[in-house]
């Protein structure tokens, strides 16, 4: 799987947008980009993935660019529940067996009052 | 809730001992995965069971080894405990045939275990 590079930690304002970044320039074709995020020592959670196009849904939008060697997953009303560490992996397609997920350091958000 | 169980959520054990982390996986999701997150790590994979058979094995120990039942739950066996043993250890699960390709996987809240 392609290794991606997150800036380790992030402010944002609450209410504001957060948009976090993610370098995955040696993105293979057939590789999707997933975003996971762990609020303190609970498990991690699913919020967003995506192939080429920009995806959107009820947690977070995520953008990918053209030549999908970086991604940024926009939180648009960031809350204090969005602390959290945001992992960005880039992983192949799920197989009919399941694929373990690889995780990075990830960036830690701070959303501050 | 994610709908994976995981117990106990916390133990306490001494160096040397053996202890078993209990998993039970989404209804119908066939796939298990185990990882381990101690402070200085992060989140590694140890091993990946589909429908009761090993499927991918990572940084596991030697000293550590999985399973998974017919009923699908599944078992990670930490023994001769030392203590850089201690960490979070989160059990995963995932759908798998009938469904879309979303390679989504649901965490537990994990077991923390602490050797002394």
């Known amino acids: 799987d392609a290794k991606t590079t997150q800036p380790t930690s992030m402010d944002c304002a609450e209410g504001r947008a957060a948009n976090l970044p993610c370098n995955h320039s040696?993105?293979?074709?057939?590789?999707?980009v997933y975003w996971y995020r762990q609020i303190h020592s609970q498990g991690p959670q699913y919020i967003i993935h995506?192939?080429?196009n920009n995806e959107t849904n009820e947690m977070a939008s995520l953008i990918i660019t053209e030549d999908r060697k970086s991604s940024t997953l926009i939180l648009p009303h960031a809350t204090l529940r969005d602390t959290a560490v945001y992992y960005c992996?880039?992983?192949?397609?799920?197989?009919?067996?399941?694929?373990?997920?690889?995780f990075g350091g990830g960036t830690r958000l701070m959303v501050k009052p | 809730d994610s709908g994976v169980t995981q117990t106990p959520k916390h133990l306490i054990t001494a160096t040397g001992q053996r202890v078993t982390l209990r998993c039970s996986p989404r209804?119908?999701?066939?796939?298990v995965y185990w990882y381990q997150q101690s402070l200085d790590q992060g989140l590694q994979f140890l091993i990946q069971?589909?429908?009761?058979?090993?499927?991918a094995k990572g940084n596991i120990l030697e000293r550590f080894s999985a399973q998974q039942f017919p009923d699908l739950h599944s078992e990670l066996n930490l023994s001769s405990l030392e203590l850089g043993d201690s960490a979070l250890y989160f059990c995963?699960?995932?759908?798998?045939?009938?469904?879309?390709?979303?390679?989504?996987?649901?965490f537990g809240e994990g077991s923390r275990l602490t050797v002394l």
């Open positions: 995506g192939l080429k």
């Open positions: 995963a699960s995932s759908r798998t045939s009938g469904s879309p390709n979303t390679g989504e996987l649901f």
């Open positions: 069971y589909y429908n009761g058979e090993e499927r």
């Open positions: 992996i880039v992983r192949v397609a799920h197989n009919n067996a399941g694929n373990m997920l690889t």
């Open positions: 040696t993105i293979s074709g057939n590789e999707y």
């Open positions: 209804s119908g999701d066939l796939s």
